[in-house]
């Protein structure tokens, strides 16, 4: 079976080239997945990774007679949205059908949201960040939301038989519907126009910022890989100075922020190619490949793409009072872009290390630990250090895991700090006790205890064991004293051997200096 | 006729004849007064239906085995002292277009011919709740849409007063088995009539509650704005004990009422119509608006008895009515099209692959092709385009604001009466094949219930009495405000009482015994 992409790969122009001559407009579409106990319409349970096709019911298999019930949750978690993307929000508005079949979708309609969003006319500002050797600062820019509406998934279909996963070439298709009917929240953009060179940027940046919001929102996991998040990139080109915009293609199958803004920037290419061999954009679905970086042809898809949009009769108007609505707007937490304006403020970290702090997923693991007693500095060293390396192998098989999947909770590392500023535990000793928290033993100060961890306090027994050392290497004692001061290093290690590492390793090199009668 | 065991049928005993011929009121105090046995009373309707359902064609499932066995478990029961639901051991036909847990339903269309659902329609589970043995699935226009069960995929239902006549649709099944003694109670469904018609023309009683007054989950759906389940009986009484089982809010149904079930039952008492307004809606009844001079003729006379009762009788008008039909015939098609959708031979219902290897869009084709009869593909394609961009504002949309209108008539007409009435359908029960090659003529017996549908107000059919040209019974139609149910039923229960005292006995009592046929 032939298909489009067999034809060889399309054409494109150096991106740098395309800019003097044309300017780019985006418009994103991202679904979000909301993670409701329940489906959008039904009681069925919503978790991923189940058995295909055992979270379904009557409603969401679309039998006969079966009828929907909209899950008050999910309204609440659009409501939120919306009003977090400065959004207005309907007091009256409907749910829609719309019509088409398709062998994943049970009821061949989908229960959505047509001229009567809950959700209309907001912005999102998103801070895109600098070029390295180009830019000194980000940039702000704003994105205009035209609306959010609420809906349900299909089923998911997969292609069994053929080589690429796609329809065409298999022999059948498996569908399963445990996805039919999971809640779903649609935000589009208006038009993003005036990005120029920086709107593959823009495009990620914003569905970033889209994803910290919603999940700060607590809407969502926001997870691209398992599609709990999903963008569809709509890019055209006009000529530099038109008004009118071009033919626009919609990139599907964008799964990751970084295949955002390479799926924009790799379109911009292609329509520039095409546009510049004086031919017209075709008026399409694209989809985006990750491995080799390129779009290829999906179905054709034109206004005239007839839905027969109507009322869903079997669904009441949804309308929240505006009582509900303040009451949602109280639980709105604050911006996540804000946020970190201000933690970055109260922690004193510098620019770098708060992005650092950011790209880990820090944030929220390092103020809990502050909140509970450690230095902003102490909670930031133990997690980007040494909490962060152990992160990297932690897994099965030495794979990496999330900070917060190691199993130290803030409360362990603001105790582990306190053990090591109030001097009981030096460096080493704090690594050993983390492996005991590590491996399940309990508290730090548990695992100090079992383990005997503890600076020795007391100057005599250390005192002791810096005589003998003194003793035994009269050479480099002669070294010292004669000014090589460098040379305590090499005694100090001697002599934590012999305290079996239970000493402050800098009273020992005080203790070596002073009992030598040599300042420091 | 009073003497019932006269009309029994040949070649079988008086006994069951006897028991059949009970109201549904006198079948549940009998049972509670331990005069008869829910199993007696179930057979009784079980040996009848073996013997003139064929004859019929009102039913197209009899589970003799599932209905004594809840009769065996009522009897069971009741011996052992346990309280009873009012209605617990006295049989129900259910129209098969709810869905019943393990009992194949087909909503009349080669479609489903072999679908079994897995769930119950909240009404069947309501009525398995009273404990009222199901007797089968009664026949049906295909997914409701006609008024003549001519549409059936599985052969139309005959009239019992006369076998070449159809008994009205699309719940044609339902009001034949009532009106045949087969069933002392049956479920209907009405969309733009398919309840109140075939009552009309069977001698029946047929009530369309409130729209959002009874579940329709699990309910196949035509139209799902329009739908409505409702009782069909053979008295008035017997129906509001119906009623009363299935009523109430299911949370399971967004546009089911969550407010108090009218007193129906109370109000089936009521004797005296004094001070009650009653008003003849001008556009919907009258021998110039073609109905029937007999049908007419009943109608004038019921309005005397009203009169007699204690009702004022005045004529009010309604001037959207005449667009009913047109707006009707817009959004039913339009809903019933995207309803309809779901039949596409993917997870259930009859499948015709085509040769080849086809895609799944010519499987869904070919299977819709093979298992939608004409009238259903009609109606598809007349809703299709409807809904199509470029005609949806001019037919849905129109279709929609004259709905609008058509409330506004009747909240006005409310505000001069408390009930309305007009004759039910225009005609007595036509030949069967009479109408079938003309949609529009079928179309038209539904114009003086269609209004009820747009407006979602409640509306019941009573007998009126037999036109004298045909000998054939005749609707008086009672239309009352939303969410006032029981005045039907108060209206409805005192014209009863009046013209069975004036006539010597029910409408349905003067229907000829049905002629088997081979
Ligand atoms: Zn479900």
């Given at each position: 079976?032939?298909t489009r992409t067999s034809a060889g790969p399309d054409r494109t122009?150096?991106y740098?080239?395309?800019?003097?001559?044309?300017?780019p407009?985006l418009g994103l579409e991202v679904h979000v997945e909301?993670?409701?106990?329940?489906?959008?319409?039904?009681?069925?349970?919503?978790?991923f990774g189940?058995?295909?096709?055992?979270?379904?019911?009557?409603?969401?298999?679309?039998?006969?007679?079966?009828?929907?019930?909209?899950?008050?949750?999910?309204?609440?978690?659009?409501?939120?949205?919306?009003?977090?993307?400065?959004?207005?929000?309907?007091?009256?508005?409907?749910?829609?059908?719309?019509?088409?079949?398709?062998?994943?979708?049970?009821?061949?309609?989908?229960?959505?949201?047509?001229?009567?969003?809950?959700?209309?006319?907001?912005?999102?500002?998103?801070?895109?960040p600098?070029?390295?050797?180009?830019?000194?600062?980000?940039?702000?820019?704003?994105?205009?939301?035209?609306?959010?509406?609420?809906?349900?998934d299909?089923?998911k279909s997969t292609h069994v038989?053929g080589s690429t996963g796609r329809i065409h070439g298999a022999?059948?298709?498996?569908?399963?519907?445990?996805r039919?009917?999971?809640?779903?929240?649609?935000?589009?953009?208006?038009?993003?126009?005036?990005?120029?060179?920086?709107a593959p940027e823009v495009a990620r940046a914003y569905v970033g910022a889209l994803r910290?919001?919603?999940?700060?929102?607590?809407?969502s996991d926001v997870k691209m890989e398992q599609g709990s998040l999903r963008c569809d990139a709509n890019v055209?080109?006009?000529?530099?100075?038109?008004?009118?915009?071009?033919?626009r293609t919609e990139t599907k199958n964008v799964n990751s922020l970084r295949s955002v803004e390479r799926a924009v920037r790799y379109e911009m290419t292609r329509h520039?190619a095409?546009?510049?061999?004086?031919?017209?954009?075709?008026?399409e679905t694209r989809h985006w490949h990750e491995d080799t970086g390129i779009t290829t042809s999906g179905r054709?898809k034109?206004?005239?793409?007839?839905?027969?949009?109507?009322?869903?009769?079997?669904?009441?108007?949804?309308?929240?009072?505006?009582?509900?609505?303040?009451?949602?707007?109280?639980?709105?937490?604050?911006?996540?872009?804000?946020?970190?304006?201000?933690?970055?403020?109260?922690?004193?970290?510098?620019?770098?290390?708060?992005?650092?702090?950011?790209n880990?997923g820090?944030?929220?693991?390092?103020?809990?630990?502050?909140?509970?007693?450690?230095?902003?500095?102490?909670?930031?060293?133990?997690?980007?250090?040494?909490?962060?390396?152990?992160?990297?192998?932690?897994?099965?098989?030495?794979s990496a895991?999330?900070?917060?999947?190691?199993?130290?909770?803030?409360?362990?590392?603001?105790?582990?700090?306190?053990?090591?500023?109030?001097?009981?535990?030096?460096?080493?000793?704090?690594?050993?006790?983390?492996?005991?928290?590590?491996?399940?033993?309990?508290?730090?100060?548990?695992?100090?205890?079992?383990?005997?961890?503890?600076?020795?306090?007391?100057?005599?027994?250390?005192?002791?064991?810096?005589?003998?050392?003194?003793?035994?290497?009269?050479?480099?004692?002669?070294?010292?004293?004669?000014?090589?001061?460098?040379?305590?290093?090499?005694?100090?290690?001697?002599?934590?051997?012999?305290?079996?590492?239970?000493?402050?390793?800098?009273?020992?090199?005080?203790?070596?200096?002073?009992?030598?009668?040599?300042?420091? | 006729?009073?003497?019932?065991?006269?009309?029994?049928?040949?070649?079988?005993?008086?006994?069951?004849?006897?028991?059949?011929?009970?109201?549904?009121?006198?079948?549940?105090?009998?049972?509670?007064?331990?005069?008869?046995?829910?199993?007696?009373?179930?057979?009784?309707?079980?040996?009848?239906?073996?013997?003139?359902?064929?004859?019929?064609?009102?039913?197209?499932?009899?589970?003799?085995?599932?209905?004594?066995?809840?009769?065996?478990?009522?009897?069971?029961?009741?011996?052992?002292?346990?309280?009873?639901?009012?209605?617990?051991?006295?049989?129900?036909?259910?129209?098969?277009?709810?869905?019943?847990?393990?009992?194949?339903?087909?909503?009349?269309?080669?479609?489903?011919?072999?679908?079994?659902?897995?769930?119950?329609?909240?009404?069947?589970?309501?009525?398995?709740?009273?404990?009222?043995?199901?007797?089968?699935?009664?026949?049906?226009?295909?997914?409701?849409?006609?008024?003549?069960?001519?549409?059936?995929?599985?052969?139309?239902?005959?009239?019992?007063?006369?076998?070449?006549?159809?008994?009205?649709?699309?719940?044609?099944?339902?009001?034949?088995?009532?009106?045949?003694?087969?069933?002392?109670?049956?479920?209907?469904?009405?969309?733009?009539?398919?309840?109140?018609?075939?009552?009309?023309?069977?001698?029946?009683?047929?009530?369309?509650?409130?729209?959002?007054?009874?579940?329709?989950?699990?309910?196949?759906?035509?139209?799902?704005?329009?739908?409505?389940?409702?009782?069909?009986?053979?008295?008035?009484?017997?129906?509001?004990?119906?009623?009363?089982?299935?009523?109430?809010?299911?949370?399971?149904?967004?546009?089911?009422?969550?407010?108090?079930?009218?007193?129906?039952?109370?109000?089936?008492?009521?004797?005296?119509?004094?001070?009650?307004?009653?008003?003849?809606?001008?556009?919907?009844?009258?021998?110039?608006?073609?109905?029937?001079?007999?049908?007419?003729?009943?109608?004038?006379?019921?309005?005397?008895?009203?009169?007699?009762?204690?009702?004022?009788?005045?004529?009010?008008?309604?001037?959207?009515?005449?667009?009913?039909?047109?707006?009707?015939?817009?959004?039913?098609?339009?809903?019933?099209?995207?309803?309809?959708?779901?039949?596409?031979?993917?997870?259930?219902?009859?499948?015709?692959?085509?040769?080849?290897?086809?895609?799944?869009?010519?499987?869904?084709?070919?299977?819709?092709?093979?298992?939608?009869?004409?009238?259903?593909?009609?109606?598809?394609?007349?809703?299709?385009?409807?809904?199509?961009?470029?005609?949806?504002?001019?037919?849905?949309?129109?279709?929609?604001?004259?709905?609008?209108?058509?409330?506004?008539?009747?909240?006005?007409?409310?505000?001069?009466?408390?009930?309305?009435?007009?004759?039910?359908?225009?005609?007595?029960?036509?030949?069967?094949?009479?109408?079938?090659?003309?949609?529009?003529?079928?179309?038209?017996?539904?114009?003086?219930?269609?209004?009820?549908?747009?407006?979602?107000?409640?509306?019941?059919?009573?007998?009126?009495?037999?036109?004298?040209?045909?000998?054939?019974?005749?609707?008086?139609?009672?239309?009352?405000?939303?969410?006032?149910?029981?005045?039907?039923?108060?209206?409805?229960?005192?014209?009863?009482?009046?013209?069975?005292?004036?006539?010597?006995?029910?409408?349905?009592?003067?229907?000829?015994?049905?002629?088997?046929?081979?």
């Amino acid at each position: 079976m032939s298909t489009r992409t067999s034809a060889g790969p399309d054409r494109t122009v150096p991106y740098d080239d395309l800019l003097t001559r044309y300017e780019p407009v985006l418009g994103l579409e991202v679904h979000v997945e909301l993670g409701t106990a329940t489906k959008m319409f039904c009681g069925c349970a919503t978790g991923f990774g189940a058995e295909p096709n055992t979270q379904t019911c009557p409603v969401c298999l679309g039998l006969p007679g079966a009828l929907p019930v909209v899950n008050r949750t999910a309204v609440e978690s659009a409501i939120r949205i919306g009003l977090a993307l400065n959004c207005g929000i309907a007091e009256w508005c409907r749910f829609a059908r719309k019509n088409y079949f398709y062998p994943d979708m049970p009821k061949n309609f989908q229960t959505s949201q047509y001229d009567e969003p809950i959700a209309v006319d907001g912005w999102l500002d998103v801070e895109v960040p600098p070029r390295e050797g180009v830019d000194e600062e980000p940039f702000t820019y704003r994105v205009e939301i035209e609306r959010a509406h609420m809906e349900e998934d299909t089923g998911k279909s997969t292609h069994v038989g053929g080589s690429t996963g796609r329809i065409h070439g298999a022999s059948h298709s498996l569908v399963d519907y445990n996805r039919a009917g999971i809640p779903l929240i649609e935000i589009v953009t208006k038009p993003l126009t005036g990005a120029g060179e920086r709107a593959p940027e823009v495009a990620r940046a914003y569905v970033g910022a889209l994803r910290d919001l919603l999940r700060a929102l607590d809407v969502s996991d926001v997870k691209m890989e398992q599609g709990s998040l999903r963008c569809d990139a709509n890019v055209s080109l006009m000529p530099t100075g038109a008004e009118r915009f071009g033919t626009r293609t919609e990139t599907k199958n964008v799964n990751s922020l970084r295949s955002v803004e390479r799926a924009v920037r790799y379109e911009m290419t292609r329509h520039a190619a095409v546009l510049d061999a004086g031919e017209s954009i075709l008026q399409e679905t694209r989809h985006w490949h990750e491995d080799t970086g390129i779009t290829t042809s999906g179905r054709p898809k034109s206004d005239a793409d007839d839905y027969r949009y109507f009322p869903e009769p079997d669904l009441v108007p949804v309308a929240p009072t505006r009582e509900d609505v303040e009451r949602l707007r109280a639980t709105l937490p604050e911006n996540p872009a804000e946020r970190r304006r201000r933690l970055q403020e109260e922690w004193g970290y510098s620019d770098l290390e708060m992005r650092d702090v950011v790209n880990a997923g820090a944030v929220e693991v390092i103020e809990a630990t502050v909140a509970v007693g450690a230095s902003p500095a102490a909670a930031r060293k133990w997690w980007m250090g040494e909490l962060a390396r152990r992160a990297k192998t932690a897994g099965e098989d030495g794979s990496a895991v999330g900070l917060l999947d190691l199993g130290v909770t803030p409360a362990h590392v603001a105790e582990l700090d306190d053990l090591v500023t109030s001097g009981r535990l030096n460096d080493s000793m704090a690594r050993q006790t983390l492996d005991g928290v590590l491996a399940g033993e309990g508290s730090p100060t548990e695992v100090a205890d079992a383990r005997g961890l503890e600076l020795v306090q007391d100057d005599g027994a250390l005192q002791a064991a810096v005589d003998e050392v003194l003793a035994e290497n009269p050479d480099v004692v002669e070294k010292i004293r004669g000014g090589k001061v460098q040379a305590v290093g090499a005694l100090i290690g001697q002599v934590m051997k012999k305290m079996r590492g239970q000493a402050d390793a800098g009273r020992a090199r005080q203790l070596i200096l002073d009992t030598l009668g040599v300042q420091g | 006729m009073s003497d019932p065991t006269t009309h029994a049928a040949s070649g079988a005993g008086a006994a069951d004849a006897d028991l059949t011929r009970l109201t549904a009121v006198e079948m549940a105090d009998r049972l509670a007064a331990g005069a008869l046995t829910s199993v007696e009373l179930t057979q009784a309707h079980l040996d009848r239906i073996e013997r003139i359902d064929p004859t019929l064609n009102a039913f197209l499932l009899v589970d003799a085995e599932g209905a004594l066995a809840t009769a065996r478990e009522v009897d069971a029961a009741r011996a052992a002292g346990e309280q009873l639901p009012r209605l617990a051991g006295v049989p129900v036909a259910v129209k098969d277009i709810a869905c019943t847990q393990g009992l194949t339903t087909t909503a009349g269309s080669r479609m489903l011919e072999d679908f079994v659902p897995p769930y119950d329609a909240t009404v069947v589970a309501r009525i398995r709740q009273a404990r009222m043995p199901i007797l089968g699935k009664t026949n049906m226009d295909e997914f409701a849409m006609g008024s003549s069960t001519e549409h059936s995929a599985f052969g139309p239902t005959r009239n019992p007063w006369d076998l070449d006549r159809i008994p009205g649709g699309s719940g044609g099944g339902s009001s034949a088995a009532v009106a045949a003694y087969l069933a002392p109670l049956a479920i209907g469904s009405d969309t733009g009539g398919s309840i109140r018609q075939p009552a009309a023309v069977t001698g029946t009683v047929g009530t369309k509650p409130t729209y959002g007054a009874v579940s329709r989950y699990g309910i196949i759906a035509l139209a799902s704005s329009l739908d409505q389940i409702g009782p069909c009986a053979r008295t008035v009484a017997d129906a509001a004990l119906l009623h009363e089982v299935i009523a109430g809010h299911d949370p399971m149904d967004s546009t089911s009422v969550d407010a108090p079930v009218p007193d129906v039952v109370g109000a089936a008492g009521t004797t005296d119509l004094s001070g009650l307004r009653v008003g003849v809606v001008r556009e919907i009844s009258g021998s110039d608006q073609g109905f029937q001079p007999g049908v007419q003729a009943r109608f004038d006379e019921a309005l005397d008895a009203l009169r007699d009762l204690g009702a004022e009788i005045t004529e009010v008008s309604c001037p959207h009515f005449a667009y009913a039909m047109a707006a009707y015939y817009l959004i039913l098609p339009s809903e019933a099209s995207s309803n309809l959708a779901r039949y596409d031979a993917m997870r259930y219902g009859r499948r015709v692959t085509p040769d080849g290897s086809p895609s799944a869009e010519q499987v869904m084709g070919a299977s819709r092709d093979a298992g939608f009869g004409d009238e259903v593909k009609r109606r598809i394609i007349l809703g299709t385009y409807a809904l199509s961009s470029g005609y949806y504002d001019a037919y849905y949309g129109q279709a929609q604001k004259v709905r609008t209108l058509i409330a506004r008539d009747f909240e006005a007409a409310f505000e001069q009466v408390d009930v309305l009435v007009s004759p039910t359908a225009p005609t007595t029960a036509f030949r069967i094949g009479d109408k079938t090659e003309d949609p529009m003529a079928m179309y038209l017996n539904d114009i003086a219930t269609i209004p009820a549908n747009l407006a979602g107000v409640p509306g019941m059919s009573v007998p009126s009495g037999t036109a004298d040209e045909d000998g054939l019974p005749a609707g008086l139609q009672i239309l009352a405000p939303a969410m006032q149910d029981q005045r039907l039923y108060a209206v409805g229960a005192a014209l009863e009482a009046r013209l069975r005292e004036r006539q010597g006995g029910y409408v349905i009592e003067q229907a000829p015994e049905i002629e088997v046929r081979a």
